[in-house]
Structures are given as C-alpha cells and as structure tokens.
C-alpha cells in the first residue's frame, strides 16, 4: 500500500530570484514522491509570505488543521528546505512536534532531513536549542524593556499601590483613596499613635478602604504597607521587596528612580514616619523568649472564618510569691483584635504546646496513611504510567495547536475590523480580550508540556521523586531535633499547606479536624537544580485527622480537671506535687516549676502509693498515657 503524504511550498518575494520559485519547489517534491512510491494527497501553497511566523501563512495553518483532524491519514509531509517550512526555530519544533503528536514524519528534500531517522532527529534537537536560546533572547529583551521604564520614571507594572489607578501603564491618584492615605500619615505622626492604635482609630471612626468597588476595613497590614510605600513620596523602587537571598545580601541591587507620577505624600513626611518606625521597632523588641518561633502561625487556620491563626501569650504575675506565672502560649484568630477591625467573633484560643504536638504526630505518620500512597501514585507516579504521561503530553500537545490557531484567527479577526465602525473601540476590546485569555491558555498548556516531558525522562531512569519524600519523613523526628525554632517553622511552611481545627474540643478530646498537605516534587538531581527553582510537580492531599488515633500528644487535662476525675471516682484529693511526680515518673513532660518558694525545704512529700494508681487512672481517662501503662514500684520523685 503506498504511503500517503502533502507537499507544502512557499515562497517569499526575495526568493523568487533565489531558484526557489514556486513551480520549481512542486516539481521537485512531486518527483521526489513518485520516486519513492508515495501518493501525494494534497498540495498547500503559500505565495510571497514569510517563514518567521506561521500566523501570516494561511495555507500552513489550513495544512496543520488537516493534520490535527487526520483528515487523509497521511505519512509524511514533504517540503524543498527547512527554511520552507519555517524561518523560526521555536515555530519549526512546536509544528514538528505536532506532526510526531500524530505519527507523521517532516522530509525536508534538498536538506536531506527525515524526522524519522537518527540524523533527522538531530538536526530536530539542535533546533530545540536553538528555540531555547530564543525565549532566553526574548525575556532578557522583555527585562530590558522594563528597566528602561523604570530607570524613565514610568511604572514598570506589578500590583498599583492603593490610591493610584494605572492608566496607560501611567499612575493616576485616585482624589479620596488618596485622602485616606495622606490621613494614615498624619495619625501615624501624632504623639502616643502607632500603628495599630492609627487601625483602631481609623475603624472606630468609620473610615474604609475600598478594593475592586467593595468596602473593606482597615487593618495592621494594610496600614504598615501604606507607611512602608516610597511610592507616596514620588519613588519607583525596583526589588524593593524580593526572596532573592543576592538582592538580601546586597541592597545595592535595588533600583530607587524619582517616578513620573503625582506624589501623595511630602518628602519630609515620609521620612519623619521612617524615624518614627525605626524608633518603634527597636522599642517591641521580644523580651520574654526572644529565640521562641510560633511552630504553626499562620497555617492553623480560624474554624470561623478562615484566616491564619497567630501567637497569643498569657503571662500572668504570681500575687502570691513574686514575679510571674509560666507564660501560656496558644493560637488564636487575628481578626479578633481590635487593629483588624474586629471582623471574626471567634474568641477561642488552641494550646500551643498541645496543637503542635498532635499535628507533628500526625506528620511523622503520613507515609503511611493512604491518602499519601494514593497522592503520590497519582502525582508522580511510577514506571508502569509511563504510558499514560505520553498519552497526557501528546494530547496536551493537541491542545495547545488548537489554542495557536485560534490565536492565528483571532488575530485575523483582529486586523479586519473596520476603524471607522461606531462600535469599533468595543469590538477592538472584546477580540483583545479573547486574545489575552488564549495566550494565558497557551502559557499554561506550554508549562504543563515541560513538565511532563521531564516526568517522563524521570520516569524512564526509574527515578522515584516520592523517595526523597518519604526519606524526609521518615527521619522527621531526628531533623527537627537538630533544627533551631526558625529552621522548624520554614520546614513546616514547606510541606503543609493547612491545619484546620475545631471550634470546641470534641468529647473524645480531638481539636485537629484535617492537615492538608503539599510536597514539592523535583525530578532533576539537586546538584542541578537551582536554589529558588520552582518544583516540577506538587503532591496535595489531606489527611481526615479524625480518622486517625489520637494518642497523649493531643490529650492533656489540667491539673485541676485531674483532681476533679480523682474527687469524683475515689473520694480522695490528690495535690497538684503529687499529680506532677506520677506524670514525671511516667515519662510526662511537667515543664519548669515556676511556683517554687524563696527558700528550698528539706522534705518533699512523696505520693503514698494508693494515691499514685489513681492519678495514673486518671491519666489514663484522660488519654495522657496508653491503657497498657502499668504501675510502677519505684518511687514517683
């Protein structure tokens, strides 16, 4: 059965006079077919266009449509020159790879080029370098573009500060936005105001910001971003604010430019509030646990309205003997407070101490849940997917064609509006628009193809990204104790993503409601890798805390709610000296003492073996100790 292929020409107006004309190209590329016995099904012209893009050729896209519906069910596509097919290396590869999506094979007749063999696919890998070294090209160009702009004065884009609009890429101020800025400035300098005395003010007296048309109140946050801004003062700062550790280590990187647009505030306003600020920061210095980290700040989250949970402390002075009480440490909602406008009712605060314990419980166990076994086997997979990851990046392949020629016609549609039509600004924008969100479906579709080619490369070494996960967990216990407080929280912050809580403490004594979790994946070696690169893959799941025993880490009664168990079941009282030798005879953590009397005594009473085993009941009712725990003969001190 003869093979099936199309003849593709073109032609541009330079190269008539280079031999290339038309009639010479079809003549070639016919004998060529007859020669190796193929049946030439269709012809696609392009007469005096350009190669560097395939957006101006309307038989080329008429050629690839045919193609991508497997209209004749061709072979191969034979063409004079690579440079018929296309001037640009990223368009020739994206096109190429199309052909190979659908098992057809590009021969290129004077080059001596065949896709379906070693050679070919060289030279098809050389023009995949060469691609890359365009996009590099192109984004140092785009870089370049907005340093111009910067170092003008102009807004080189990113978020607009509150109390400007961007107008053609240009800030305009926004007359009461404004207002509210300049005001925040003026509280701020007042004397006996800071910064979160200026959000009660403000709150109390009804002022709003107002985002995307909705009033919001006014918060910590937005407040300190308002006085932190040069912006206001008539400076455009570019890496002003970056996680690049270069820029942290050397400021110099930063590029400050007096900007083209209206300042709000005088310059000797903004900087009298710097002062003021400075002033203050070294004034809040932590005093009471300077090195001490909230482990889970910001990831427990509010069961009332969603927000990230931050540090309370309770630190109450001792009337009795001097000084203070141990300082109790728990999570509680931000929004409660009075500086972020009192906007959630939720007044329950969760136990540090007891929290932390039952999620890192819990995270020392994730391996083994089926929730991680079945992430990880649907995110990364192993060998035996290896199959379906090409099935996946040759659709995705499709995709993103369908998504090119759609562009190519919008973009046709585009330049054929009439510029004198009523209508002709509305119509301009609703084609534009139509463009923008095919050029984000492109990004995406371009992205997903990346990595998926190298899954597939991973997958095809037999390379197991979950193993460095489960080698991290597995180990979780020795890391963390080696780790300082700023190390444990950054390595909490990168696989969770989560910790939902109830609102009250359920009778079984559970407050972790679900974690859900999000391991970054790598599948190139870590030799290679940069250190900001973003991960190839991402494995999130949750895990139904519920589920899942609870054992003493998350149970803990206090000491008067064990004396109460005690009274209630046996009669007996029991002290609070006799509660805390039986937890530290079996292996409880009792903290510090911190309500010792001025003078040491000579006798400590010891807890009379009958009262023991019932504290150890009571322990045990209380989930503090496992059923299996038995009584002890050694003493309790």
């Known amino acids: 059965m003869r093979k099936k292929c199309y003849i593709y020409t073109r032609v541009s107006t330079a190269a008539q006079t280079e031999g290339y004309s038309l009639e010479a190209q079809t ?9 190796k016995e193929m049946e030439v099904v269709r012809e696609y012209c392009d007469a005096g266009r350009s190669g560097m893009s395939i957006k101006g050729r309307p038989a080329f896209m008429e050629m690839m449509d045919d193609i991508s519906c497997e209209k004749d069910e061709i072979s191969c596509v034979l063409v004079f020159k690579l440079s018929r097919f296309g001037r640009n290396a990223a368009d020739i590869l994206k096109s190429v790879q199309l052909l190979m999506d659908f098992d057809v094979d590009l021969v290129c007749v004077e080059d001596a080029i065949d896709s379906s063999t070693q050679g070919g696919r060289l030279t098809l890998a050389i023009l995949s370098a060469v691609a890359e070294m365009e996009h590099e090209n192109i984004t140092v160009q785009f870089m370049a573009a907005r340093m111009q702009k910067l170092m003008s004065g102009g807004w080189s884009g990113g978020g607009v500060p509150y109390g400007y609009v961007s107008v053609n890429k240009e800030l305009v101020v926004v007359t009461e936005a404004a207002d509210l800025v300049r005001l925040i400035y003026q509280k701020y300098l007042e004397p006996d105001m800071k910064l979160n005395t200026v959000v009660g003010w403000l709150n109390e007296n ?4 107002v985002v995307k048309g909705e009033d919001k109140v006014i918060t910590s946050d937005f407040v300190s971003s308002v006085l932190g801004n040069p912006v206001y003062y008539g400076m455009i700062v570019y890496n002003r604010r970056t996680n690049s550790e270069e820029i942290k280590r050397n400021p110099k990187e930063t590029i400050s430019v007096r900007g083209k647009h209206e300042a709000i505030i005088p310059e000797d306003i903004w900087m009298q509030v710097q002062e003021k600020r400075k002033m203050l920061r070294k004034q809040n210095r932590k005093v009471d646990d300077p090195g001490r980290i909230s482990l889970l700040s910001g990831l427990v989250k509010c069961p009332e309205c969603g927000t990230g949970m931050v540090m309370k402390k309770s630190k109450r002075k001792n ?10 440490y728990s999570y509680g909602c931000r929004n409660t407070r009075k500086s972020a406008g009192r906007v959630c009712n939720c007044r329950r605060t969760y136990n540090q101490d007891k929290l932390d314990r039952a999620v890192m419980e819990i995270v020392g166990k994730v391996t083994e849940t089926r929730e991680f076994r079945q992430a990880v086997m649907n995110t990364v997979g192993d060998r035996s997917s290896l199959d379906a990851c090409e099935a996946d990046l040759k659709r995705t392949r499709k995709e993103l064609h369908s998504q090119e020629h759609l562009k190519y016609k919008l973009g046709t549609e585009l330049d054929n509006l009439d510029v004198l039509a009523e209508d002709y600004d509305d119509e301009y924008e609703a084609v534009q628009s139509k463009i923008d969100e095919v050029y984000d479906r492109i990004e995406v579709l371009e992205e997903r193809i990346r990595k998926l080619k190298k899954r597939m490369e991973a997958l095809k070494k037999g390379v197991r990204s979950s193993d460095n996960i489960q080698k991290i967990l597995d180990n979780f216990d020795l890391l963390f104790e080696r780790m300082n407080c700023e190390e444990r929280r950054e390595l909490c912050r990168q696989f969770i993503e989560r910790i939902d809580v109830f609102q009250e403490e359920r009778e079984d004594g559970r407050i972790l409601k679900r974690i859900v979790f999000r391991f970054p994946v ?10 900001n690169d973003e991960p190839d893959e991402v494995v999130t799941f949750e895990v139904d805390c519920t589920e899942h025993r609870v054992t003493a880490s998350e149970a803990k009664a206090t000491y008067a709610e064990i ?3 005690v009274k209630e079941k046996y009669g007996m009282n029991v002290s609070s000296l006799y509660i805390a030798q039986v937890k530290r005879k079996y292996g409880l953590d009792v903290g510090k003492a911190y309500n010792k009397p001025a003078k040491n005594k000579n006798h400590v009473p010891v807890c009379p073996v009958e009262k023991e085993v019932v504290i150890l009941d009571a322990l045990k009712h209380f989930r503090m100790l496992d059923e299996d725990v038995e009584y002890r003969k050694e003493s309790a001190v």
């Open 563 to 565: 004396r109460a168990y």
């Open 522 to 531: 790598y599948y190139e070696d870590e030799g290679k890798r940069a250190e």
């Open 27 to 35: 003549e070639r590329l016919r004998k060529y077919a007859e020669y």
């Open 319 to 328: 009337s009795n003997h001097g000084g203070y009480y141990k300082i109790v």
């Open 206 to 209: 009804g002022y709003k910001r």
